[in-house]
């Protein structure tokens, strides 16, 4: 079982930043792949960037490319989400997963809590 734990949310002001953090443990976990995803109220929850571990391939959904940056730290078994510019649409539980490359929650079998962001106006 793989577990993951979020860290790094909060209350920020439109155009600020914040990084998120996802300690990642269990066994096999880096044969898994990694992705942030987010759910708004009243959505569904939302892709937003994904990475391997070895770090050859990442990706961003449309609404957060050149906002947002994902990034890994092998060696502290973290991903990170280094969100800048945030907007109030930006709001939501941020959720780490892991499973298999995709853009669906779907395609992850393994969760964390998540962690709040709320960006005010």
């Known amino acids: 079982q793989v577990h993951l734990v979020e860290s790094g949310g909060g209350l920020v002001q439109a155009g600020g930043s914040l990084r998120l953090s996802c300690v990642v443990s269990?066994?096999?976990?880096?044969?898994?792949?990694m992705a942030w995803f987010r759910q708004a109220p009243g959505k569904e929850r939302a892709f937003v960037s994904a990475?391997?571990?070895?770090?050859?391939?990442?990706a961003h959904a449309d609404s957060v490319r050149d906002r947002f940056t994902i990034s890994r730290d092998t060696a502290k078994s973290t991903v990170y989400l280094q969100m800048s510019n945030l907007k109030p649409d930006d709001t939501a539980v941020y959720y780490c997963?892991?499973?298999?490359?995709?853009?669906?929650?779907?395609?992850?079998?393994?969760w964390g809590q998540g962690t709040q962001v709320t960006v005010s106006s």
């Open positions: 997963a892991a499973g298999m490359w995709g853009y669906t929650p779907d395609k992850y079998q393994f």
């Open positions: 269990g066994p096999f976990f880096r044969s898994y792949d």
């Open positions: 990475i391997q571990w070895s770090g050859t391939s990442t």
